[in-house]
């Protein structure tokens, strides 16, 4: 059969022609019913959100005033109950109508004028709770919908987030006058846009802060249809910074230039990626627990690429960290199920070891400023920690050096120590005591001086791998990663005696981020270069420690206590001053009136003497390790308070030390508790066990009830009568 194409098209036409005109007739009686829809979906909208969010808006007039623009004029916002949120002169606002057809809003212009959004806090409520509140029942009061609650996909998330917002961005913009505030109880924050213009893709504004105190500007370019934008924060003729920053965190905070850059999204195998840069120019800053003065970074920037999974989240290691003339690459992912995971990877290719150095934030580590060094150095660092197998963290950190040496030192030179040199002992920045680490002190006592007892009592209780290992000890920073994600606390350091001598020989003691910093680069350097042997480290250790009130040193200690010298000290005495090194100042609390020592003591005794005792340190004791055999010199006696009333035959957990910290400063304690212990607040020694190579590790079982306490005394006692009357001996 034949087709007659002129046929066919003729009939075609007519068929496009009835549905143009459809669509037409269809499209004006849209037009002309466009007013009476608009007020329909203006009033579900209103109802929406006094239903699902509790809040009262009005709008005094709506029109269209173009195909696809509408007017609204005397809108306000205000949450049930709570100050008012939104007030809006007027608002035009343009769609775009083609990515309409498929379903989605994308504003095409958008002006605003004379308009105040005021958030404001009194207390602990604020007038933006309904954003922070999920609704858990519908209206009827039953649950809402399994999907609802069911876990979404992350990378659907962040690719409808990104996608949303970048649609809010309009081609033309125009807002004049608008006001953002911001009331926290009695403190108040305003910024006011005078204008803020998009004009061909161009961001332009003026934005004053508080009033006359500053005046910003948010300039760069912005494409959101191509998924681009470069834009910069800064402030005329001083650096951007919020004096209410500071009046409520007390954080001085400051810096030139903001910039970010947004350069590429896509979704690929399942994922979402993010791609951009953010960069900060002159930053400054100063907070008690960062530092002791200003920090100033001069350039800083990350070139991100962000990556979003089903159930995970991350930066990939193509990222960038610029830090001066270093260059890192990190690793960061999150795992959010089934089960929690963390891994964070950091590591630099071989630098020259000058520009590191050179590359350190001025008044970060006052020590180190002018070092001068050669060689190169490689920095890696790997953390895994799933939370259902915290004991099973893996974690390994270190810097790879080649040739490299230290040329001239900074401000300290960390080779005086090889020779007597003056020691200053500070106590919340005040100058306590002053003395010589030398022969010239008549109570220095030289290593090979030093009762072995001691001197193998405290490297036990503190470190007993320090003369094998590097500064360092990765496995008590495994085990102290695990201790405190399982504690959710920071119940756990991981100082060796190579940190600990750092920081009484070259550092202050506050308690800040910087210093502990510091004090591990300076621990690297001095062993890596061999700087002070280890024998000299450990005979300047012994010898200017606290051990008590004003008592500095084996040589004054052992005399304080005991009337003796370093030399004469036996395996109780020297356990018991082991003991004192994390808590010294609370040593003479430890004793009875009659000099002997308080019976919780005595587990203490037991633990670090069968480690001696399995290391061949000391001969094996049925009788606690000397425990009843240690007196506290007679003339010091009447300086103890009567014996409590209470005993408890336990571990002896070390006091906090009173009197040697301003608790008034939280996040001082914060930091000080994430950044290991210090001889003021030691590590916690109990509940400890042995592990099967002798060695002591803490134990992380959950706190045990009185009930459990009582029945373990029971049943020590026990042992101990039964070991009695093996021995003969019973307890004096």
Not at 46 to 58: H, I
Not at 124 to 146: C, P, Y
Not at 658 to 670: H, M, Q, V, Y
């Amino acid at each position: 059969m034949q087709i007659n194409t002129k046929r066919v098209l003729i009939i075609s036409g007519w068929v496009l022609l009835v549905l143009l005109t459809i669509g037409a007739i269809g499209a004006g009686i849209a037009y002309n019913k466009r007013e009476a829809l608009l007020q329909q979906g203006l009033k579900r909208a209103v109802q929406k959100a006094k239903r699902d969010y509790n809040l009262n808006v009005t709008v005094a007039s709506a029109r269209f005033t173009g195909l696809s623009t509408v007017d609204f004029s005397g809108i306000t916002v205000v949450p049930e109950g709570r100050d008012s949120l939104l007030r809006l002169s007027r608002a035009e606002v343009g769609v775009s109508l083609w990515p309409l057809l498929f379903g989605r809003v994308s504003l095409a212009s958008l002006n605003l004028q004379n308009g105040l959004a005021h958030i404001v806090r009194r207390d602990s409520t604020t007038n933006i709770d309904f954003l922070i509140k999920s609704r858990q029942k519908d209206s009827t009061g039953t649950a809402v919908a399994e999907t609802e609650n069911r876990r979404a996909d992350l990378s659907d998330v962040a690719e409808k987030l990104v996608d949303n917002l970048l649609s809010k961005i309009p081609d033309d913009m125009d807002i004049r006058n608008l006001e953002l505030r911001f009331t926290d109880n009695k403190q108040q924050l305003r910024f006011l846009t005078e204008t803020a213009l998009i004009d061909d893709e161009e961001l332009t504004s003026t934005i004053r802060v508080n009033g006359n105190e500053s005046v910003w500007h948010l300039n760069g370019t912005v494409d959101p249809a191509d998924q681009e934008a470069n834009v910069s924060l800064f402030a005329e003729g001083k650096p951007l910074e919020l004096p209410y920053i500071q009046q409520r965190f007390n954080l001085k905070l400051q810096v030139d230039t903001l910039r970010a850059e947004l350069r590429d999204i896509n979704s690929s195998g399942g994922e979402f990626h993010l791609e951009g840069l953010g960069a900060v120019r002159n930053l400054r800053l100063n907070h008690p627990a960062v530092a002791l003065g200003d920090v100033v970074v001069d350039q800083a920037a990350m070139d991100a690429n962000l990556f979003f999974g089903d159930n995970y989240l991350g930066v990939d290691s193509s990222s960038t960290i610029y830090l001066g003339k270093v260059k890192a690459r990190p690793f960061l992912k999150y795992t959010v199920a089934p089960t929690k995971i963390y891994d964070f990877q950091l590591h630099t290719d071989s630098m020259n070891a000058q520009d590191l150095f050179d590359s350190f934030p001025q008044g970060l580590f006052e020590s180190l400023e002018g070092i001068k060094v050669a060689g190169t150095l490689k920095y890696d660092l790997n953390l895994h920690l799933d939370s259902s197998l915290p004991d099973s963290v893996q974690f390994n950190a270190g810097m790879t050096p080649s040739n490299f040496r230290i040329l001239q030192f900074g401000k300290t030179d960390f080779s005086k120590v090889n020779r007597s040199f003056e020691h200053e002992v500070y106590e919340k920045d005040k100058l306590v005591r002053k003395f010589i680490v030398g022969p010239e002190n008549p109570n220095f006592t030289p290593l090979n001086a030093i009762s072995r007892n001691i001197r193998n009592a405290v490297l036990t209780a503190e470190d007993y791998n320090f003369f094998t290992h590097k500064g360092f000890n990765e496995k008590a920073f495994r085990v102290s990663i695990a201790t405190n994600f399982k504690t959710k606390k920071f119940k756990r350091g991981a100082s060796t005696i190579s940190m600990q001598f750092v920081k009484n020989a070259f550092l202050n003691r506050n308690k800040t981020l910087s210093r502990k910093v510091e004090e591990i680069l300076i621990v690297w350097l001095i062993e890596n270069q061999r700087i002070i042997s280890k024998e000299r480290m450990y005979e300047i250790y012994l010898n200017f420690i606290e051990w008590g009130r004003n008592i500095y040193g084996i040589g004054e200690a052992s005399r304080y206590y005991f009337g003796k010298s370093p030399s004469d000290l036996d395996i109780g005495e020297s356990i018991f001053l082991a003991y004192v090194v994390p808590s010294p100042k609370s040593a003479i609390s430890r004793f009875n009136p009659d000099g002997t020592l308080k019976i919780y003591l005595r587990g203490y005794f037991r633990l670090i003497g069968r480690i001696m005792a399995r290391r061949g340190l000391t001969p094996y004791d049925t009788t606690a390790y000397g425990f009843y055999g240690v007196r506290l010199r007679e003339g010091l006696r009447q300086q103890i308070a009567p014996v409590d009333s209470i005993e408890i035959d336990s571990l002896m957990m070390p006091d906090q030390e009173d009197g040697n910290e301003d608790n008034s400063n939280g996040i001082n304690d914060l930091f000080r508790r994430i950044f290991g212990r210090d001889r003021s607040e030691p590590e916690v020694v109990t509940p400890q066990q042995e592990s099967a190579d002798g060695e002591a590790v803490l134990t992380d079982s959950l706190p045990k009830t009185r009930r459990q306490l009582r029945k373990e005394r029971r049943e020590r006692k026990r042992r101990e009568r039964e070991q009695e009357e093996q021995d003969g001996s019973p307890d004096p």
